[in-house]
């Protein structure tokens, strides 16, 4: 009996460590080149990031708090994904200008709304990252979760 309960222990915690979270697609208010929100919530309160990545917090208490986004000089955020996870907000937010696409992803503390790390990612129509283990999948990249270097194989 003792056997079966250390062989079931192990298979729980292995099942356990390969479930994966997959970010979530953050609502749009707004169209195209015109002025445009993304809108999420979290356990920590509501989020509204503006187009050009001004966003504000909002917590359960009513306080509300500013934070920026690094967009560069002209860009615009097209697409919000998030996550929260281990208390932090996980953000990927694709981003245009004039003549090119890229995304960042964004670990972020949410009591001070302070960025941890920020990862520039190559690409558009990146769809939605999922986090496997240590490490958060967008398409073929694989960045790790805990500074945001981006694995190199």
């Known amino acids: 009996m003792r056997n079966l309960l250390v062989v079931w222990l192990l298979l729980c915690?292995?099942?356990?460590?390969?479930?994966?979270?997959?970010?979530?697609?953050?609502?749009?208010?707004?169209?195209?080149?015109?002025?445009?929100f993304f809108v999420l919530s979290t356990s920590a309160g509501g989020y509204v990031i503006r187009h050009d990545g001004m966003g504000e917090f909002t917590s359960p208490a009513g306080l509300r708090r500013v934070f920026m986004l690094?967009?560069?000089?002209?860009g615009r955020i097209d697409r919000v994904y998030f996550?929260?996870?281990q208390r932090d907000l996980f953000l990927m937010y694709e981003?245009?200008?004039?003549?090119s696409?890229?995304?960042y992803l964004v670990r972020m503390e949410q009591t001070k709304?302070?960025?941890?790390w920020i990862t520039e990612i190559d690409g558009v129509g990146l769809g939605a990252p999922v986090i496997q283990g240590e490490m958060i999948v967008i398409k073929n990249l694989e960045v790790r979760m805990a500074d945001g270097n981006v694995r190199q194989d």
């Open 101 to 103: 696409q890229w995304a």
């Open 13 to 36: 915690s292995v099942a356990l460590g390969t479930q994966s979270e997959t970010f979530a697609l953050a609502n749009r208010v707004g169209e195209g080149n015109e002025r445009s």
């Open 113 to 116: 709304r302070k960025a941890r």
């Open 70 to 74: 690094k967009v560069g000089a002209k």
């Open 83 to 85: 996550l929260e996870h």
């Open 95 to 99: 981003v245009h200008d004039a003549s």
